[in-house]
């Protein structure tokens, strides 16, 4: 991979003169400067106007790489993989304006899936802000909404405090994006720099450590239930608390079922895992769910896509519910036992109760309750025609699955092939699905396989797309080139948007408006056009070994256009205003 | 039902616009809000004046400590306390009116502070539903503008919405 361009000048470094004063910076070196003190390593952005002194100041230091997509939607996007894919937030950075509005697509999404991102825009100059001036836009109003917080630094000496504050914001208590707006003259304004070490603000003290008058409430729940399941989501993965929800689990015995944002979040292959629940979530999972009497939810939203009607929502179930966000709680389901905390401390705290405690989950009914989820697990809800003459999008995840060892990031786009791939991919550790859940962002898939693959330089990171959502953000595949981005590009290539065909086809009497893919292009040439491999597949036959040659081809971007059943629908499926208990089943 | 919640905010700019943003996006009710620096010109003193069911109200309470800028708040509805609005209406008097306005103004402990030959400003402090009643009392006469605070809160007694 190679990260600079370009001949770069002598580093910046010393910024002392005689007798140990301190020089003054501008506020682009400071903005550098603020960079490598948090350890960013690579931002992802596109130059304007507003950003130019920075571009500038990045040009002459070599600790900062900076990788330039081809619209700024896809650099919000590269860095929320870069982000769900490592322990560290993503940065963007972006110009005014038009650079702004390109990015809020990305904002929201990352603001949706709570994805720690801190994104630079510029904007004019203070003493035109307000005039209509070129390139201005409202940049702290329009992202208002979708955006954990925002700043609009006037001064150039407040700069690196507001720097330093949106880290902590972002990456804290829940995480999600942080807009920083700087007007181009505070670019070039100087001050002192000094970066502070810590952070403290009287309005923003994220809760940690679960109450334990309230865990121990939950315990006793816990520890008399008879037909429980744990139900985890985003949270775990955010949280880094795969290890602890694995041994908490695995010390009950309870089944578990995962949001599509938390798969990975416990081993997938693990038999206690009864798969995804929602509306293309298993048969047992959604069924345990309607059956239980104890529903642990731990980082998980109650999200529609989850629940269905939410009249028929867990209807016999006390609900115990683990979030560091407090509104998080109760907000769709009225839950018994509340927990706020970060699921890791908290999930910690409850192992050591439940080890302590001299009561032991009853064993009997949870035989029983055993019993009947395997019997639910027996309709194997997730089967599909393997003799088909044509090939299954469903048997392409699978081969994909099975030829990278399960061991892949996988990114996808929103659609159907995002259905399959959560379902038959299966995930055994966290941060390797990156996806978009809560905006459902076609476009997705591809920039954010940049940022997953630039932060895991030897790993294989697969990008499970669709014809229609490739071609959102398929300019990406520029950026891949420059920097060399040995992504695998899955394309189920169904000439649909198939997801709107199915809803079509089930609910608008087979209605197809505007949901077929006409004039496509040739996914091959377009491919070897940007300089990458294209490949065709459309033989069943010829799937595996399609995956394997493209997986031989450790250094170069392959694109693989596979040539689907058009007629495939995702199965099975809780239709809208149906219960957990009315899936339809294929 | 009716809810009155206090909110100390970072005197930022741009704090009101969150609040306002808040309760617009997610569609719950706002019956006034009031805003200005408190003693401490870091710090703005909200008094926000909303209804819903306590499942909403809740819901709102969360939603508003989410702010990153807000310091703290109250449901002052949980506690003893105190609301007064203060309301200044423009009132055209002929020769005939103008003792009748001044016993009503009287009888609501209100002030005349503006006169002019055929006009009287009227100042009146009070819960709103002792304004409201004024305004119904001065039907008879020619009403050319009614300006309202809306309403601030404060509890009664030991409790305080401080830092
Ligand atoms: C086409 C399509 C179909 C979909 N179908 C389904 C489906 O069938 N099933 C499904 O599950 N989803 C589905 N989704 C996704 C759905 O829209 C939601 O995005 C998803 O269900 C939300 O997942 P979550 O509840 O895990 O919440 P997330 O959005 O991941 O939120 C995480 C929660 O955890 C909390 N949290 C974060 N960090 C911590 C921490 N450190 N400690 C404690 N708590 C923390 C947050 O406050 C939040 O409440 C679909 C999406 C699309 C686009
Ligand atoms: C930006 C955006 N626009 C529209 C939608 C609505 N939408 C959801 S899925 C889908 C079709 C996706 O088609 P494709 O990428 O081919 O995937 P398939 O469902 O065929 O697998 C559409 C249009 C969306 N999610 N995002
Ligand atoms: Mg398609």
Redesign the pocket.
């Given at each position: 991979m190679r990260l600079s361009g370009g001949v770069r000048a002598p580093t910046l470094t010393t910024f002392t003169v005689a007798g140990d004063q301190t020089v003054e910076l501008t506020g682009a070196e400071i903005f550098v400067r603020c960079l490598q003190e948090e350890g960013v390593d690579l931002i992802f952005g596109y130059p304007g106007g507003a950003v130019l002194h920075i571009y500038d100041a990045l040009y002459k230091q070599d600790k900062v790489a900076h990788i330039l997509v081809r619209h700024e939607q896809g650099a919000i996007h590269a860095a929320e993989g870069y982000a769900k894919s490592t322990d560290k937030p993503g940065v963007a950075l972006v110009t005014s304006g038009p650079g702004a509005t390109n990015a809020i697509t990305g904002i929201a999404d990352a603001y949706?899936?709570?994805v720690p991102l801190v994104v630079f825009t510029g904007q004019v100059p203070t003493h035109l802000i307000g005039n209509d001036a070129f390139q201005e836009v409202d940049t702290v109003g329009i992202t208002r909404p979708c955006v954990k917080h925002n700043f609009l630094v006037k001064n150039v000496k407040e700069l690196a405090t507001v720097i330093k504050k949106a880290f902590y914001v972002a990456t804290s208590g829940?995480?999600g994006p942080v807009v920083v707006d700087i007007p181009k003259d505070v670019t070039a304004h100087k001050a002192e720099f000094s970066y502070p070490k810590t952070i403290r603000m009287r309005s923003y003290n994220p809760t940690i450590k679960g109450h334990s008058g309230q865990i121990r409430k939950a315990i006793d729940l816990i520890l008399t239930a008879r037909q429980p399941i744990i139900y985890t989501?985003?949270?775990v993965i955010?949280?880094r608390?795969s290890k602890s929800l694995t041994d908490f689990t695995r010390l009950l015995g309870y089944p578990i079922t995962n949001?599509?944002?938390?798969l990975g979040g416990y081993p997938a292959t693990d038999k206690l895992n009864v798969g995804?629940?929602?509306?293309?979530?298993t048969y047992e999972a959604n069924m345990a769910m309607h059956h239980a009497d104890l529903v642990i939810a731990i980082?998980?939203?109650?999200?529609d896509?989850?629940t269905g009607n939410i009249e028929k929502f867990c209807p016999y179930a006390r609900i115990v519910h683990?979030?560091?966000?407090p509104s998080?709680i109760s907000k769709n389901v009225k839950v018994d036992v509340p927990i706020v905390?970060?699921?890791?401390n908290v999930l910690k705290a409850m192992i050591k109760e439940i080890k302590a405690d001299p009561r032991k989950p009853d064993a009997e009914a949870l035989k029983a309750w055993w019993k009947q989820i395997n019997e639910w697990r027996a309709m194997d809800c997730l089967k599909y025609d393997r003799e088909s003459k044509l090939i299954k999008p469903q048997h392409v995840i699978e081969s994909l699955w099975k030829a990278t060892k399960g061991d892949a990031f996988v990114t996808s786009d929103?659609?159907q092939h995002?259905?399959w791939a959560a379902q038959f991919y299966r995930f055994d550790k966290p941060n390797r699905w990156i996806n978009?859940?809560?905006l459902?962002t076609m476009g997705f898939g591809l920039p954010a396989a940049m940022g997953v693959q630039l932060a895991h330089p030897g790993a294989t990171v697969a990008c499970i797309t669709g014809e229609a959502s490739i071609q959102m953000c398929i300019q990406e595949l520029s950026t891949c080139l420059q920097y060399q981005l040995p992504i695998k590009v899955v394309n189920l290539n169904n000439r649909y948007m198939g997801?709107v065909r199915q809803w079509q086809e089930f609910f608008y009497q087979g209605r197809y408006a505007m949901s077929y893919m006409d004039a496509l292009p040739d996914f091959v040439m377009l491919a070897e056009a940007y300089g990458h491999v294209g490949m065709r597949i459309e033989n069943p036959g010829d799937v595996e070994g399609a995956l394997k040659e493209a997986l031989k081809l450790k250094d170069r971007l392959v694109f693989m256009d596979f040539i689907t059943d058009q007629s495939e629908n995702v199965y099975p499926m809780i239709p809208a205003g149906a219960g957990q208990n009315e899936m339809i089943l294929v | 039902m009716r809810h009155i919640i206090g909110i100390l905010m970072e005197n930022e700019s741009g704090a009101l616009s969150r609040v306002a943003g808040l309760f617009s996006a997610r569609g719950y009710n706002i019956e006034s809000l009031t805003v200005a620096p408190t003693d401490d010109p870091t710090l703005s003193r909200l008094t926000l004046v909303t209804s819903g069911s306590d499942e909403i109200v809740e819901q709102i309470v969360k939603q508003l400590n989410k702010l990153v800028d807000v310091v703290k708040l109250m449901d002052l509805t949980e506690y003893r306390h105190i609301e007064r609005e203060m309301m200044m209406v423009k009132l055209r008097v002929g020769r005939d009116d103008r003792d009748e306005v001044k016993r009503l103004t009287d009888i609501f402990r209100g002030r005349i502070i503006d006169v002019s030959a055929a006009t009287y400003v009227v100042e009146l402090t009070g819960d709103s539903a002792k304004l409201d009643a004024f305004i119904e009392a001065l039907r008879p006469f020619e009403v050319l503008e009614v300006v309202r605070s809306g309403v601030m809160g404060i509890a009664r007694g030991d409790v305080a919405l401080k830092i």
């Open positions: 949706m899936d709570s829940r995480p989501g985003g949270g955010l949280g608390a949001t599509l944002m938390g995804m629940l929602g509306m293309h979530g980082g998980a939203r109650f999200d896509r989850v683990v979030d560091v966000d998080s905390g970060q699921v890791d929103v659609g995002q259905m978009s859940g809560g459902g997801m | -």
